[in-house]
């Protein structure tokens, strides 16, 4: 990964083909010391791993796209729980039909390009387990 452009609270950042963004995005986070902020970004991916999570068994439901799609768009943020940096990705998809899909992005190789703005936050966003949905909260 390599930093285009960095001005106050602002990133610009850009993936290497194959690397794995949320990892590459966590290591940066905690090299820069970033417990909190949201993302965007673009670009196309390699391989994907999507979810939707089951409400109701409270557990998501995963599938793997190993090809070359699109990234439309990603988004999301970064907070922290229980001590450990947490990265929530969600994101829009295209295949060559321009057939799109999406979900919460489990897992996403870089393939051309995958360029993404992060902008900092000066007050930690914490995460909790909420019992009742299952599901990592912001508090």
């Given amino acids: 990964m390599k930093t285009v452009s960095h001005e106050g609270n602002q990133y610009v950042l850009r993936f290497e083909r194959s690397e794995e963004v949320i990892a590459a995005l966590k290591q940066f986070c905690q090299q820069e010391k970033i417990d909190s902020g949201f993302f965007q970004g673009l670009g196309a991916c390699s391989y994907l791993k999507l979810a939707y999570y089951d409400l109701k068994n409270k ?26 940096l947490i990265i929530h990705m969600h994101g829009t998809f295209s ?45």
């Fill in 59 to 84: 557990k998501y439901l995963e599938k793997e796209f190993a090809r070359d799609l699109e990234i439309a768009n990603v988004s999301g943020n970064v907070a922290i729980m229980n001590g450990d």
């Fill in 95 to 139: 295949n060559e039909n321009m057939k799109a899909l999406g979900g919460h992005v489990m897992s996403m190789k870089a393939g051309g390009t995958c360029e993404m703005t992060l902008t900092k936050y000066s007050n930690p966003m914490v995460r909790k387990f909420d019992e009742d949905s299952g599901l990592k909260l912001l508090e």
